[in-house]
């Protein structure tokens, strides 16, 4: 309802119309994402090295233009963020299981897609969850204040004080 009621009056470039019968599309498998760069260590596709790589020099231009940018090291996380990943607190499998859920809480659009299956071999089975998009992707953005009567989502929430804005999120997920 909200997709129709917002969308443009003329023809969108074919680039941004959305896929009608995604039944007649080949699935296109990448492998896993397991090459390391070499520069700054971000994980890639193969399909993403650049033919300049030699050996076990493994060069890409999508992180940091083969090295050519810089970006200072996370930090560590809290130790107690740490220990709900690894699994060493007690509430580690809820964290994961839910970990979704959580992200989405301080999002500013919501995404709209359809999942393959979560047994998918491919797929870690440990860990944090993962998934496939099958089809379509798109955002969903509001208006900066929510229409009359409804609640406030999404991005309108950091509008609002820390506390309401922290009730909202509770209510909503």
Same mark, same amino acid.
């Given at each position: 309802?909200?997709?129709?009621?917002?969308?443009?009056?003329?023809?969108?470039?074919?680039?941004?119309?959305?896929?009608?019968?995604?039944?007649?599309?080949?699935?296109?498998?990448?492998?896993?994402?397991?090459?390391?760069?070499?520069?700054?260590?971000?994980?890639?596709?193969?399909?993403?090295?650049?033919?300049?790589? *030699?050996?076990?020099?493994?060069?890409?231009?999508?992180?940091?233009?083969?090295?050519?940018?810089?970006?200072?090291?996370?930090?560590?996380?809290?130790?107690?963020?740490?220990?709900?990943?690894?699994?060493?607190?007690?509430?580690?499998?809820?964290?994961?299981?839910?970990?979704?859920?959580?992200?989405?809480?301080?999002?500013?659009?919501?995404?709209?897609?359809?999942?393959?299956?979560?047994?998918?071999?491919?797929?870690?089975?440990?860990?944090?969850?993962?998934?496939?998009?099958?089809?379509?992707?798109?955002?969903?953005?509001?208006?900066?204040?929510?229409?009359?009567?409804?609640?406030?989502?999404?991005?309108?929430?950091?509008?609002?004080?820390?506390?309401?804005?922290?009730?909202? *999120?509770?209510?909503?997920?």
């Amino acid at each position: 309802h909200y997709r129709e009621q917002y969308a443009p009056a003329g023809p969108l470039p074919l680039a941004m119309q959305p896929i009608q019968n995604d039944g007649v599309y080949n699935e296109l498998s990448l492998g896993k994402m397991e090459i390391k760069c070499s520069n700054c260590k971000a994980f890639h596709w193969k399909a993403e090295m650049l033919t300049t790589s *030699r050996g076990e020099e493994k060069l890409f231009g999508t992180c940091c233009l083969s090295g050519k940018v810089r970006l200072p090291l996370l930090e560590e996380p809290p130790v107690e963020l740490l220990q709900l990943f690894n699994g060493e607190d007690h509430n580690s499998q809820n964290f994961l299981e839910n970990i979704r859920t959580y992200n989405a809480a301080y999002a500013f659009v919501s995404l709209g897609l359809k999942l393959q299956p979560q047994n998918d071999p491919e797929l870690p089975q440990t860990g944090v969850k993962q998934f496939k998009i099958k089809g379509e992707l798109w955002h969903s953005l509001g208006s900066l204040l929510p229409e009359p009567g409804k609640n406030p989502i999404y991005a309108q929430l950091y509008i609002m004080t820390p506390e309401t804005a922290l009730e909202r *999120r509770l209510a909503n997920n």
